[in-house]
């Protein structure tokens, strides 16, 4: 950390405790930034439930430093850390439009769910969108160093219109090689994947966003809404709309059939 660096972060930090009224209170802003820290060390394991622990920690310190603007204080919280897991998302080679993208979805969720009943469903959801986005950062161990250079390509540019001709092209490979060697490394075909990565990142835009599954199916390049639904009940088991209504369906996680070749 630069110097330039440092005197901003102590310039935030203490903005940031006078903000939340405990500027004063050492103790307590020691064990404030404690648990912050700790909050993202679990979700940097993707600990999610323990994570969300840490986060309920950080908002009953909040409370009980200023009862009587609870629910703003607590906004106030969820702002300041939504700009602080952008910030760690791009220095961890998250590209920049995802990091921006990442920053307006979770004021999107702190504008929606911020309410007396549900600021802690707001936490939860923060927690569960970064380790999401980190997870997608996860370098792949496959025993072929163009299939894990593929995979991480797909995660980055997901929402534009991919197909096998143009990844060929980014990797300067044949298609025919291209699909060869990753169905032979991860036991799914290339366009299989791209489906899949589609549908695990379309949850998000149904479960926390207000966009019409028709607008959803066109941002994800999908050929028309029926050929969306499809795929995405093959995958999840509910039709988009389905998926949308019950919120108490878990995400679909995709998990590569097969272990990494070594050789």
Sequence with gaps: MDNTEKIFLDYFTKAYAKEMGITNRVKGLDQFFELEKKLFLDMYSFEIERAKTVLREIIDLIIATNNKQM???VKYYYIQLSAVMARKLYESQVPLDKVMAFNNASVEIIDNKMS???FLQCADELVEFFVMVITERKKPSFGHQTVNKVILYINDEIETNLTVEDIAKQFNISTSHLSRIFREHTGVTLVEYLN???VEECQYFLRHTNKAISEISNSFHF???????RIFKKYTGLTPKQFRDHQEHPNFKYNFPKEPKTY
């Design 71 to 73: 629910i703003q204080n």
């Design 196 to 198: 899949i990565r589609k």
């Design 223 to 229: 050929c028309n809404q029926s050929y969306f639904t």
């Design 116 to 118: 007396d009943a549900q």
